[in-house]
């Protein structure tokens, strides 16, 4: 568990070692501000069962105020129906994805707590804080937010961001940091279009901390540019496919 930032009434939390055999590594990300906390991206069922008690540890669970879920991805949404069943919270799901999650075994006992967020995005109150919802689609789903929180000045990025295979929590060395976003960047974005608008919006936001969904986080205004002018000029997805798209000999 890392603490991304804390002042008296406002905390940012990272898990960042829950997950465990083929699984890929995954972050799940708690704000509290006052007695109240929202979780972003609480992963699948066996991270559920590890996630659950540390997060009672935080706070009491009748504190558990909202369930983040910023795609329909597996590592996101699969345990859905229990973070419901065992709290009062309610959840945010793109409205994209609404009528696929009772496909994940979510009771329809709880389905009138999860709110559909639609295309434009959403402010949302937890404590005294307003977290922003924020559009960031096909980055990489086609219906997919970012929360980002104006009180820690972090912007939780879901997938956009993410690195894989690199064994440090804080980026340090941008250029060295690559290799490890590269990759998944280049294949699970669909679109340069969609990284430019991103990256036009996100302009207008104070952001000290980019924090994603996997690997690690980057720290600081410089790196944050950095990331920001990489992924914005990167070609990905559809620019890179006309090789692939031939019939098997
Ligand atoms: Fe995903």
Redesign the pocket.
Known sequence: MITLFENETHKCVMFNDLGSGSMVQANQHVIVDGKEAMVLDPGGHKIYSLLFPQISSLIPMDGLKYVFFS?Q?P??IAAANGWLMVSEARAFLPELWMRFIPHFGVDRLVMERIQPVPDEGTTVELGSAGLKIIPAHFL??PGNFQVYDPVSKILFT??LGASLGNEYAYVEDFDAHIQYMEGFHTR?MPSQKALKLWADMVKSLDIDIIAPQHGAVFSGKELVDRFIGWIAGLECGLDRMEAVFKIPG
């Open positions: 795609h991805d590592d996101i990489h789903s879901g997938d699970y």
